[in-house]
């Protein structure tokens, strides 16, 4: 029986391509499933965030806004006190 050494070298070689082809595919699947249940967890954490954010820039609008009509109206500069007063009255608003 005579063998084909070329035909047989050219098969082993495929083989061992799809081999490592298949390797780095599991190993690619496992870091990207990886990298998908980090990202669902972070963004799980920002969806929690959401509302207290939406509450702090509603009492900064609040505040920010009493303040700066009521410097506008008396012509004058903002103080500390100014603000400390506008965010009083944005606590009362949103219940702080």
């Known amino acids: 029986m005579r063998v084909n050494w070329g035909a047989l070298g050219v098969t082993i070689g495929l083989i061992l391509v799809v081999a490592s082809i298949a390797a780095s595919g599991l190993i690619a699947e496992k870091s990207l499933s990886r990298f998908t249940a980090q990202l669902t967890s972070r963004l799980t954490t920002l969806q929690e965030q959401i509302p ?3 509450g702090d820039i509603e009492r900064a609008i609040i505040a920010q806004g009493y303040t ?4 506008y109206s008396e012509k004058r ?3 500390l006190e100014d603000l400390k007063e506008g965010y009083a009255l944005a606590n ?3 219940g702080k």
């Open 77 to 79: 500069t903002v103080t």
């Open 68 to 71: 700066f009509s009521k410097v």
């Open 52 to 54: 207290i954010m939406q």
């Open 92 to 94: 009362e608003f949103t």
